[in-house]
């Protein structure tokens, strides 16, 4: 089958071995070929405006730009562009986020190769089957109030055991306003100290622990 009348595919994953492993299950089927892969998120907006793929695989845990970050850029360049999100997480904010950044859809990295090739021409064909627990995490989501860019920082921050003096020096900002996003957050997530707030922030996938 022409190049042409094939889904032309880009695969995003920072692990080298996994990368090899999206392009080679591309690869194998009859309808799809790889036309671009990147191992980080500058590097996968680079090769969306070379090559334009139809279906654009995208981690959402990368180091350099996150995958979210990654999608609003692409969306940027190409409103229409047609994204899949890839998380070994399964948090409610991984996923919300990447929706809310123009994913069409999202699939966990613990998924079998069939259903990834199946999502790929879904998507292309322009079809949204979101699966029932999705929609469902998705919904209660949107309920909960959302952390703002610098709420995020701190958390992250204080998940790696900084004190607000710290986290101050860290992001340029006073002690006094770090205690400000300290409170809001707490509020937020509903907790009333530091451990519970990093609790909750793991748990619906807002930060991670590596």
Request: proline share 3%; aromatic share 4%; with cysteine.
């Amino acid at each position: 089958m022409p190049d042409g009348d094939r889904i032309s595919v880009m695969c995003v994953e920072n692990h080298g071995l996994v990368r090899e492993g999206l392009c080679l299950i591309v690869n194998r089927q009859p309808d799809m070929y790889v036309v671009a892969s990147a191992a980080s998120g500058e590097e996968a907006v680079a090769q969306f405006k070379l090559f334009s793929p139809d279906v654009t695989l995208m981690d959402l845990d990368l180091e350099d730009m996150s995958g979210v970050d990654a999608i609003q850029e692409i969306h940027r360049v190409d409103a229409d562009a047609t994204i899949v999100a890839l998380s070994i997480y399964h948090g409610a904010d991984d996923i919300y986020r990447a929706m809310a950044a123009g994913a069409a859809n999202y699939l966990s990295k613990d998924a079998l190769s069939d259903e990834l090739v199946r999502m790929v021409r879904q998507v292309h064909a322009g079809e949204r089957l979101i699966p029932p627990e999705l929609e469902a995490w998705l919904a209660e989501r949107a309920l909960l109030p959302a952390l703002t860019k610098r709420e995020i920082q701190v958390i992250e921050l204080i998940s790696q055991g900084k004190r607000n003096k710290e986290i101050a020096v860290t992001l340029g900002i006073s002690e006094e306003t770090v205690h400000v996003h300290v409170r809001n957050l707490l509020g937020k997530l509903k907790v009333n100290d530091r451990s519970g707030a990093i609790s909750v922030a793991v748990r619906r996938g807002i930060i991670h622990i590596r």
